[in-house]
């Protein structure tokens, strides 16, 4: 049984969301975390976890939305994590400094705005951090939270940093790229600390880069991971599903 941590799942990317539910039911992922992270896929992601058993949510404003968000977007935030259980944490929430347009000064008062929220709620956090590994650092130091640092795809120094903070990275197709450094990464932590995820429909794994991703090729990246770690597919499955339930209330 298999748990993506991560992912998207709107009828603007698929045809067809029940054959993706039945797809993914079929290679033995029994949850999957759907991350709503603007104003309408949170109300999607919402809706999706009350058609599908399977499927959970977070929800929170990504950094790419720092410009738009107003403080009654904030007040609904709240009321939605606190009437829907479901909806497990707060998430993709964090900064982007890839692109430039995007006020980082904003950015990061959105991202504080957000770990208050779950300071207060007492609910874990999905962290997008993209080039701004210095600054979310100082910023998630700040606050008494737990979570995944979404999609890791950083320096060993950098994951033993965030581990001994209590987080846990986020591993995904990016593992299974040729030139991705994340397997010497991997060798070198704990499985204690990794969660699957696939952020689709994005960062398809090989041998299916260039197609739509779904969690159903959440096996291909454990069995990467297996590889990596001298272990089987079965205990990848294992702790990787324990490390989520020490996360995750699913039973709120
Ligand atoms: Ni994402």
């Not at 290679?27 to 009350?50: H, P, Q």
């Not at 994951?159 to 299974?176: D, E, F, Q, R």
Request: with cysteine; proline share 3%.
């Amino acid at each position: 049984m298999f748990i993506d941590t991560h992912c998207h799942l709107s009828k603007k990317d698929y045809n067809d969301i029940d054959l993706v539910i039945k797809e993914n039911i079929k290679v033995s992922i029994n949850k999957m975390i759907i991350s709503g992270c603007e104003i309408d896929s949170v109300d999607e992601a919402i809706e999706m976890t009350k058609k599908y058993d399977i499927v959970y949510a977070t929800i929170g404003y990504h950094p790419d939305q720092a410009s738009i968000i107003v403080d009654k977007d904030i007040n609904n935030l709240e009321n939605l994590l606190k009437s829907n259980e479901k909806i497990l944490g707060i998430g993709e929430i964090g900064l982007d400094y890839h692109y430039d347009g995007i006020d980082k000064e904003k950015q990061k008062k959105l991202f504080e705005i957000q770990l208050k929220l779950a300071e207060k709620l007492d609910l874990p956090v999905i962290i997008h951090s993209r080039d701004a590994s210095k600054d979310t650092i100082d910023i998630l130091n700040k606050y008494k939270v737990k979570g995944i640092i979404h999609c890791f795809s950083g320096s060993l120094e950098t994951a033993n940093i965030y581990i001994k903070m209590g987080y846990k990275l986020g591993i995904g197709g990016v593992v299974t790229f040729k030139n991705s450094k994340l397997p010497d990464v991997i060798k070198n932590i704990s499985l204690d600390n990794i969660v699957l995820e696939t952020d689709s429909p994005y960062l398809t794994p090989d041998p299916y880069r260039g197609k739509i991703n779904s969690s159903k090729y959440i096996p291909i990246i454990a069995e990467k991971i297996s590889i990596i770690k001298n272990t089987t597919v079965e205990e990848v499955a294992k702790i990787t599903t324990i490390n989520c339930n020490d996360l995750f209330d699913f039973n709120r």
